[in-house]
């Protein structure tokens, strides 16, 4: 006799709900950066105002993320999302409504994004874990490839949005939209029904810890391509993402940044629909030097290119960022035990983000020093370095993709 099996990763209930669950955060965390960073410009704020805003974010992120990845692999992790989202609905909604009142400070904005970052960070490693629990091992490519689709998807949007919000209604529309995407996707997370979990580890936090550094650290494929991150998250999430807007008030204006951001998401879409069709026999040494395309934009940002040639640089730099994100997640997911993925997940993540702060706060005293254009060119030059030094590792040269 034979049995019929779902063809797609969304017959499968705690898939979809997971999916839009993420999609709407997604949604509003790109409206967030663009309309936070014009309400800081607005209040009269510098590039180095701006950075210090947004660093606390990416900081807060990265100081509470090994805890959000052994609270997941201890706990229910739809329960660890349900409250992570409620906190980011009701910190945003307190941005927005400061924004509105026009009685937001630096200091008020500074606090309260790092109160977002937290919560970030904590939600991180539980919603990356989760995807290999929602859909069977032969759905799991698929899966990823939509989860990362349904991001880039919420990213366009919401980057769009946030251009044109913060251009017709100002800045803290945005930031509302923002807290709605979080107080949507909360009931969404706490619907995600998975098989029974491991029960909670006797183990102590530092134990728990030390185990997910063991698994981290066992894998030279791992801490070779979070080291390559840590440099192109410095340099392109960090010193572009401030100094971008910088630019674009004085160059082509907002909603044009906006659109940009835009184009990258499309192009982070287009990647994942390739990876999702082609596999590469190498496919990680393949994933780390597609990684290498997000230099365009900085080149052209830095030579004052016309704005509809920036933003197919930001769409080519999405198409390499998309095809390695399918990639890297179905290494993770196939290579590291279920119990310890999240953990894996938060050293991955810390790793990776830890420098996004740096760049951000030395994006506008650097500017100011040396200009936009040299710092650009240097931020270039980094990431192919990083790149070149991620590819001569031999765990990355020979590593297979599983199924």
Not at 216 to 231: G, I, L, N, Y
Not at 357 to 377: D, I, S
Request: charged share 10%; glycine share 10%; hydrophobic share 55%.
């Amino acid at each position: 006799m034979k049995i019929n099996t779902p063809r797609h990763a969304f017959h499968y209930a705690p898939f979809r709900h997971l999916f839009f669950a993420r999609t709407l955060t997604v949604l509003g965390n790109s409206v967030a950066p663009v309309a936070l960073a014009f309400a800081v410009l607005d209040m009269g704020g510098s590039a180095a105002d701006l950075g210090v805003v947004v660093a606390a974010r990416s900081l807060c992120n990265v100081l509470f993320l090994l805890s959000g990845g052994v609270l997941a692999d201890r706990y229910s992790r739809n329960r660890v999302l349900l409250l992570a989202s409620l906190v980011a609905a009701l910190s945003q909604s307190c941005v927005a409504w400061l924004v509105l009142e026009q009685a937001a400070t630096l200091a008020s904005l500074t606090l309260l994004s790092a109160v977002n970052g937290a919560a970030a960070g904590i939600a991180l490693p539980a919603s990356s874990a989760m995807v290999p629990q929602t859909v069977p091992a032969q759905k799991l490519r698929q899966a990823n490839a939509f989860i990362q689709s349904g991001v880039y998807a919420g990213t366009i949007i919401g980057a769009s949005l946030g251009g044109m919000l913060t251009s017709t209604l100002g800045a803290g529309w945005g930031l509302a939209v923002d807290a709605l995407g979080f107080a949507l996707a909360a009931p969404l997370y706490y619907a995600v029904r998975t098989g029974a979990q491991a029960a909670a580890s006797a183990a102590t936090l530092w134990q728990d810890l030390r185990d997910g550094w063991r698994e981290f650290t066992a894998r030279s494929w791992v801490w070779a391509v979070v080291a390559q991150f840590a440099v192109v998250n410095a340099a392109f999430t960090g010193m572009v993402m401030v100094l971008g807007p910088v630019i674009a008030d004085s160059a082509f204006g907002r909603t044009r940044w906006g659109v940009m951001i835009a184009a990258q998401s499309v192009g982070l879409i287009i990647g994942s629909g390739i990876a999702l069709r082609w596999r590469p026999r190498r496919a990680m040494f393949t994933g780390v030097m597609l990684v290498a395309l997000c230099v365009f934009p900085m080149l052209l940002l830095a030579g004052g290119a016309p704005s509809g040639w920036l933003m197919v640089a930001f769409c080519i730099a999405g198409m390499g960022f998309g095809q390695f994100g399918v990639i890297w997640a179905q290494a993770l997911q196939t290579h590291i035990p279920r119990d310890r993925l999240a953990r894996v997940y938060a050293y991955d993540a810390m790793g990776s983000f830890i420098t996004i702060p740096l760049g951000e706060l030395a994006a506008g005293p650097l500017a100011m020093r040396f200009g936009n254009q040299t710092v650009l060119l240097s931020c270039a030059a980094a990431v192919l370095a990083a790149t070149l030094a991620a590819c001569l590792v031999p765990g990355i040269r020979r590593l297979r993709q599983r199924e």
